[in-house]
């Protein structure tokens, strides 16, 4: 049975304890999370995305700006994330708020891509109605053709995004009894975490 988590650790060095150990299990990209975000009319939209960076306190992302989990974090900044490494039982929940990255912090992320994801990146509208498949492989190869063996520039509506957590949940699995370990860590005003341990 893998260790559980700390009462008294901070929860993102648990949360990067359980992505390194999902690492070392093989489990096919750990790094995924699924983002839950609201609309401005109150409706729920979630999506698997990965995530780039979980350093300090807090868990970077990059996305388009103007696709719709874009337009729902303009209008809030309140998220979910969760991820799930099923091999080991294991599921993090982490809530918490948007905000975006630096323009030095995306332009840096972006950089470092390959420019083959660059040039998609950049030649396709996320998110945006198209006729078929072929009409996005034609866009970007018009686009590479247009820029040659040129920078590749970052799209003005493409950047990353800072998820500050204020509430974490971990969850693991014990199917010999079912009495699966459940726990909770709470930001408190002070910015200390309170621990609970709650019913599977």
């Known amino acids: ?5 700390d009462p008294k650790a901070d929860p993102m060095d648990e949360l990067r304890r359980w992505l390194s150990e999902a690492t070392e299990a093989g489990v096919f990209n750990p790094a995924a999370m699924v983002l839950a975000t609201v609309s401005p009319e109150g409706t729920p939209s979630a999506r698997a995305m990965m995530t780039r960076t979980r350093e300090g306190d807090s868990i970077t992302f990059f996305t388009h700006y103007e696709s719709p989990k874009g337009r729902d ?7 979910e994330a969760v991820f799930l490494w099923t091999p080991l039982e294991r599921q993090v929940r982490v809530t918490g ?22 040039l998609a990146v950049a030649a396709a509208p996320q998110s945006a109605p198209v006729s078929d498949h072929a009409e996005l492989v034609k866009a970007k190869a018009d686009f590479t053709a247009n820029i040659g063996d040129g920078e590749v520039p970052r799209p003005q509506s493409y950047g990353g995004y800072r998820l500050t957590p204020g509430s974490f949940e971990f969850w693991q699995g014990r199917p010999a009894d079912r009495l699966h370990l459940r726990a909770t860590y709470t930001q408190a005003a002070d910015e200390s975490w309170a621990f609970q341990t709650l019913a599977p």
């Not at 974090?73 to 998220?79: I, K, T």
């Not at 708020?97 to 994801?117: F, G, H, L, M, Q």
Request: glycine residues 0%; charged residues 20%; hydrophobic residues 35%.
């Open 97 to 118: 708020t948007i905000t975006k990255t630096t323009v030095e912090e995306s332009d840096a992320y972006w950089a470092s891509r390959p420019r083959n994801t660059q």
């Open 73 to 79: 974090l303009a209008a809030s900044s309140s998220v």
């Open 1 to 5: 049975m893998p260790e559980f988590v």
